[in-house]
C-alpha cells in the first residue's frame, strides 16, 4: 500500500509532457495503440456485441484522435457518423489522408467527398445536440465512461438524443489505469496483472488526492453504471463483466450496502448493452 500511494502520487505530480514523454516515448504506448488495427478491433468488438449500423446514426463517444472507427461504420452501411472527442477538431487534410491509408488496406472505395459529409466532430454532446436534425440510433463507446467526471449526465443526455427503440453499447475498464503503463514490458507487466484493482483500496477522500487528473477515473462501479441505466429509461439487454480472481481489498465506502464478495466488485471490464425503452417518458422534447 506504502508503494502504491507513493506511485501514484509521483504519477500524478509528473508534468503532462514529462508524462507522455515517458509513457509514449520510454514505453512505447503510442505505437502500441494508435494503429489502425487496433480501431479494426474495436469495430469487430462492438460487431461482436450485436451492434448493427445499417441505414444507422450513429455516436462513437470518446473516439480518440484519428478517423477509423468512423470509417468502418461508413463502410458498414451507416448513414452518418458523429465523432464525440474533446481534442478531436476536424480537418479535411488529415480526413483526407487517413482515407487513403484506409481504402488501401481494406480494399474500400469510400471517397473523401462522402466521408466528408457523413463524418462531423464535436467535443461533446452540448455542441452536437445544438447540430443535431435527427434522432441517433446507435451510440457506442469503448473503454470511455470511466474517465468521464459526470457519468450521470452523460446516460442523461444520451437518452435525449437516442432514438425510441435506439441502442447504446459501452465497453468500461474498471482496472487500475495507472498499472495499465507496464502492461507491454515484460519485466515490469506483473505490477499490472497483479495490482488491476489496487484503486479500490482507497476511501472516496483519500483517491480523489491521488487520483491523477492526466487520466482521470470517476471509479464508479458495476452496480452504479446499472442503476443510471435503469434511471433514464433504458432496458439493460445484456451485460457482462470480467472478473479479477487474485486476492483483493475494497474499501468499505464502495461496497456499503453490498456483500464484499459480490462478483460485480471483482470487475476488471463491463460490457453494457441497452435499448431505450419505446414507453420510456424520459425523453426530453
Not at 33 to 58: L, P, Q
Request: aromatic fraction near 14%.
Amino acid at each position: 500500500m506504502i508503494f502504491d500511494f507513493t506511485y501514484k502520487l509521483a504519477r500524478k505530480w509528473l508534468s503532462p509532457y514529462l508524462y507522455n514523454t515517458i509513457s509514449y516515448d520510454l514505453l512505447k504506448r503510442r505505437k502500441g495503440y494508435e494503429r489502425i488495427e487496433t480501431y479494426e478491433n474495436i469495430f469487430k468488438h462492438y460487431k461482436e456485441n450485436g451492434i448493427d449500423f445499417k441505414e444507422k446514426t450513429v455516436i462513437e463517444l470518446g473516439s480518440g484522435l484519428q478517423y477509423f472507427t468512423a470509417f468502418f461504420f461508413l463502410l458498414d452501411g451507416a448513414k452518418k457518423v458523429f465523432l464525440i472527442e474533446p481534442k478531436l477538431v476536424f480537418s479535411l487534410s488529415e480526413l483526407k489522408s487517413s482515407l487513403d491509408i484506409f481504402n488501401s488496406q481494406y480494399g474500400s472505395k469510400l471517397t473523401i467527398e462522402d466521408a466528408a459529409n457523413r463524418i462531423e466532430c464535436y467535443s461533446d454532446l452540448a455542441g452536437l445536440k445544438g447540430n443535431l436534425k435527427c434522432e441517433v440510433d446507435v451510440i457506442c463507446s469503448y473503454t470511455v465512461l470511466e474517465h468521464v467526471i459526470n457519468l450521470p449526465s452523460i446516460f442523461a443526455e444520451c437518452a435525449k438524443i437516442l432514438n425510441r427503440n435506439g441502442r447504446c453499447y459501452h465497453l468500461i475498464d474498471l482496472s487500475d489505469h495507472t498499472y495499465q503503463v507496464f502492461a507491454r514490458l515484460p519485466f515490469l507487466a506483473g505490477l499490472n496483472q497483479k495490482r488491476p484493482l489496487y484503486h479500490l483500496r482507497y476511501s472516496k477522500k483519500l483517491f480523489e488526492f491521488v487520483n491523477d487528473p492526466k487520466c482521470f477515473m470517476n471509479r464508479k462501479l458495476v452496480p452504479e453504471y446499472l442503476l443510471l441505466a435503469e434511471k433514464n429509461g433504458y432496458t439493460i439487454s445484456n451485460f457482462s463483466i470480467k472478473t479479477f480472481d487474485g486476492k483483493m481489498k475494497i474499501h468499505p465506502d464502495l461496497i456499503e450496502g453490498y456483500s464484499p464478495n459480490d462478483s460485480k466488485f471483482r470487475a476488471l471490464t463491463l460490457s453494457l448493452s441497452l435499448l431505450k425503452s419505446s414507453n420510456s417518458n424520459s425523453q426530453d422534447r
